[in-house]
């Protein structure tokens, strides 16, 4: 196999060779999964045919029902994929020995930090969670709830001590994730003065001082 990086700085490898030793390399499913969300995020779910994703691929228009059996499992496969890394991330948060707001605080820089590093992530999902479909049904059920159900106890403790306005629970909510926008519309961002060039490490500091922004808004400076 051989690794190559892409523009983004993202480690890229090249594939395997086919079994016989001819034709078109066989992708390594890092890269089918990383050009199916470039698909996804670009296009939206219904206008990415497999056709198109074998397209970028290189293979045949047979590759992606035959690995995955359809369109649909292999978006799901993307997802877990991308997401699998903000699941162990949130799994690592020290719950004990942290009061509700730095609970609260520590699961919205981490929201944020993997935004940063997943832009294309964010962009799929303002797609998929504008529109009813069963996508958005397995989003919701695997993701969000169990995000919400990290954070809404101690929300709600922070209300009930005055330390938190009672706003209702969509409304925090997409307090929090609208500013996602601010990390991955970097056209936007440099045209309102954002400095050059984007890096990975200035993104991660606009992530949180925009986490600082939000919670401070909500609790106060510590």
Do not use: C
């Not at 605080?105 to 992530?121: D, E, G, N, S």
């Amino acid at each position: 196999m051989v690794v190559e990086r892409t523009g983004t700085g993202a480690v890229r490898s090249r594939g395997r060779p086919s079994a016989s030793g001819s034709g078109p390399a066989v992708p390594d499913e890092a890269e089918v999964l990383l050009r199916g969300m470039e698909a996804f995020a670009e296009l939206g779910y219904d206008r990415t045919s497999a056709r198109e994703l074998a397209r970028r691929l290189g293979v045949s228009h047979n590759f992606i029902n035959d690995r995955y059996g359809s369109k649909a499992n292999f978006w799901r496969t993307v997802v877990d994929w991308a997401l699998s890394e903000a699941q162990r991330q949130r799994e690592t948060i020290p719950k004990v020995g942290m009061d509700d707001g730095e609970l609260v605080r520590a699961i919205i820089v981490q929201f944020y930090q993997t935004a940063v590093k997943t832009p294309l992530l964010g962009r799929l999902l303002a797609d998929e969670f504008a529109r009813e479909s069963e996508r958005l049904d397995y989003l919701f059920d695997n993701y969000v709830a169990p995000s919400l159900a990290l954070v809404e106890p101690a929300m709600e403790r922070l209300v009930k001590a005055g330390r938190v306005p009672p706003v209702p629970m969509d409304v925090l909510f997409f307090a929090v994730i609208s500013p996602v926008a601010g990390l991955v519309q970097l056209p936007l961002a440099s045209r309102l003065g954002r400095k050059q060039p984007i890096t990975a490490k200035s993104q991660a500091k606009t992530a949180q001082r925009l986490a600082d922004l939000i919670v401070d808004g909500l609790l106060g400076r510590p």
